[in-house]
């Protein structure tokens, strides 16, 4: 089975805090690739991030961090000194080998709703 | 370079109609999703469509169909609607030959509600 859990239904901060949103996936494919994607209230996906499987450099981006670790099957995502303008919806997604090119889809979680009070 | 585009922005629809959105991939963009965004979920993906042929489908009824055309573009249809249609549904946009990245651009989305 293939499945992307984020347990963290809503996160509320105070403006400047750090917040780590958690992700953990189930896949049996050796080859994948994971997403960070933010929904603000618009509504379009923002793309954040986007991952390997065999890739498990972590990766700093500004404000932003990732932290992707297989042994754990997990790639938490990290805020430091959050912004009220990072309130929005995270999701994490799943992407899994494709054995043609073309036909992969995107398995994302339930997503994490943050909340950056000021 | 214009992104992913999707009409209506918003629609309202009685149980029973049918339903037709449309979306315009990015350019360059050959390869369209459609994903399914209930309230307070994560999107789930219905099917994907590249040279106009259905390629993939999630686990959604025949109820919803789609369309691709020459210019790639796409339109989903439902049919026989239902109130548990009533969600935001969200197009994206890659390109086939490239599994190099796996990335898909996602448009803003068609929220429909059933009454």
């Known amino acids: 089975a293939q499945k992307v859990t984020q347990a963290q239904t809503e996160i509320s901060v105070v403006e400047k805090e750090d917040v780590t949103l958690d992700c953990v996936y189930e896949?049996?494919?050796?080859?994948?690739?994971l997403f960070w994607y933010k929904q603000p209230p618009s509504g379009e996906l923002v793309f954040l991030i986007r991952?390997?499987?065999?890739?498990?450099q972590n990766e700093i981006s500004g404000r932003y961090s990732w932290n992707f670790q297989k042994s754990t099957s997990s790639f938490n995502f990290t805020i430091t000194a959050s912004q009220v303008v990072d309130s929005a919806v995270y999701f994490c997604?799943?992407?899994?080998?494709?054995?043609?090119?073309?036909?992969?889809?995107?398995?994302f979680g339930t997503g994490t709703r943050l909340k950056v009070l000021a | 370079d214009a992104g992913v585009t999707q009409s209506p922005t918003h629609l309202i629809k009685t149980r029973g109609q049918q339903v037709t959105l449309r979306c315009s991939p990015k350019?360059?963009?050959?390869?369209v999703s459609w994903y399914q965004q209930a309230l307070g979920q994560g999107p789930q993906f219905i099917f994907q469509?590249?040279?106009?042929?259905?390629?993939q489908r999630g686990n959604f009824p025949d109820r919803f169909s789609g369309h691709q055309f020459p210019n790639y573009s796409s339109e989903l249809n439902v049919n026989a609607l239902l109130l548990g249609d009533s969600a935001l549904y969200l197009c994206?946009?890659?390109?086939?030959?490239?599994?190099?990245?796996?990335?898909?651009?996602f448009g803003p989305g068609t929220r429909l509600t059933v009454t």
């Open positions: 994206a946009s890659s390109l086939y030959f490239d599994a190099l990245s796996y990335e898909q651009y």
């Open positions: 896949t049996r494919d050796t080859t994948y690739y």
């Open positions: 991952r390997n499987s065999f890739d498990e």
């Open positions: 997604a799943l992407s899994p080998e494709a054995y043609t090119s073309g036909t992969y889809k995107y398995i």
């Open positions: 350019s360059g963009h050959d390869t």
């Open positions: 469509y590249y040279e106009e042929e259905e390629r």
